[in-house]
């Protein structure tokens, strides 16, 4: 199944619901952890905490302390477009993405960048499950009827998309400032788990420079 197929299932307007914090905002990230609520522990000799690592955990961009405190994996790869889909699903599995899950658990929110060089995507999708859009107090949209498709099948489906486009529709050029000879813009993507518990990843495309 293509892109737009899926995507006029999964994807919701960005400006959805109209009050509260917006799971469309593409600008901020979901926090880390798992969001429950903490019970109160009895440690030995009767000393009492109300620990935090059953809450959520500030989203630090640090490869050490950056690390989830809940799970094995997580974390974000950078990957071109170039012969990865036979090694792709493997290495989403391995940071935790639930990529055999039916796509309808999840909804989704798309942004395109105005300006690439700035912003250093080129368009990007997160993919929530639909019990995360609980985090942000919003309530589950109208259900449709779903596509016999995996959250696996629509990241494979979005990374063809975005390489059919920026090889036979758009031009990479001046994307990320290359000067069409010693430095030229090649299509690449990124892959994020925002949140491994609550099954929020964000997926997008991205110039990058190969050079003389």
Same mark, same amino acid.
């Given at each position: ?18 009050? /509260?914090?917006?799971? /469309?905002?593409? =600008? @901020?990230?979901?926090? %880390? ?15 009492? !905490? ?10 630090v961009f640090d490869p050490f ?18 012969? #990865?889909? %036979? ?5 989403? #599995? ?5 990529? %055999? +899950? ?8 798309? !942004? ?6 700035? #912003?250093?995507? &080129?368009? @990007? ?11 942000? /107090?919003?309530?589950?949209?109208? !259900?449709? +009827? ?9 990241? !494979? ?11 036979? =529709?758009? +031009? &990479?050029? /001046? ?27 964000? &997926? ?9």
């Amino acid at each position: 199944m293509n892109w737009a197929e899926l995507r006029a299932y999964l994807v919701l307007d960005a400006s959805w619901p109209a009050k /509260g914090v917006r799971p /469309g905002d593409l =600008t @901020q990230f979901a926090p %880390d952890g798992l969001g429950l609520a903490a019970p109160m522990i009895v440690r030995p000799y009767g000393r009492m !905490a109300d620990p935090d690592f059953y809450g959520w955990h500030e989203r630090v961009f640090d490869p050490f302390r950056g690390a989830p405190r809940n799970d094995a994996g997580g974390g974000v790869l950078y990957f071109d477009a170039y012969g #990865q889909a %036979d090694r792709l699903p493997a290495a989403l #599995q391995m940071m935790g993405a639930s990529l %055999d +899950s039916p796509i309808s658990d999840f909804v989704a929110f798309e !942004a395109e960048a105005e300006e690439p060089p700035a #912003q250093r995507f &080129l368009r @990007q999708v997160r993919f929530m499950s639909r019990d995360a859009l609980a985090i942000f /107090g919003a309530e589950e949209p109208p !259900a449709k +009827s779903a596509p016999t498709a995996t959250l696996g099948e629509a990241i !494979a489906s979005f990374i063809a998309a975005e390489k059919t486009y920026w090889y036979e =529709t758009a +031009s &990479l050029s /001046g994307t990320l400032g290359g000067d069409g000879d010693w430095a030229k813009e090649y299509l690449g993507f990124g892959f994020m788990v925002e949140n491994a518990w609550h099954r929020i990843y964000r &997926l997008w495309s991205r110039p990058y420079l190969v050079t003389k």
